[in-house]
């Protein structure tokens, strides 16, 4: 079993990161984290460099924790690439971001989110960092 978390590289993707670390620990189980390519369903670009990656991995590896760092692929949605993971490593919990957005803005651009938390076959931990 495992914990499943969608990495971003930004201040806000730290803060669910280190939420999924401990979820990992109290379960004692590895964590998968997941690091989608860029999206238009985003308005900022989440893919993850070399160097994020590598620090990425000293953060997990400092952690203590057992760990796999996945790329998404870049022909799937986030929460598709996200959703197929969970099925992969049959995921006992996914650790999400969640951050506000207008109505308008969820209409017009989806929402990865939502998709995650009422498709996932497992619970859903979803971290509000604003």
Sequence with gaps: MSVVVGYVPSPQG?????RALAEARSRGTRLVALNVARSPEFAQDYTADAGDLATL???LAAAGVEHEIRRGDAA???ADSLLDLVDEVGAELVVIGL????????MIMGST???VLLDA???VLAVQHD
């Design 121 to 123: 076959p497992c619970p």
């Design 113 to 115: 989110s939502q998709r």
């Design 99 to 106: 951050r506000r957005r207008s109505p308008v803005g969820k």
């Design 57 to 59: 991995e000293e953060q």
């Design 76 to 78: 799937e949605t986030p």
């Design 14 to 18: 730290a803060v669910v990161l280190e």
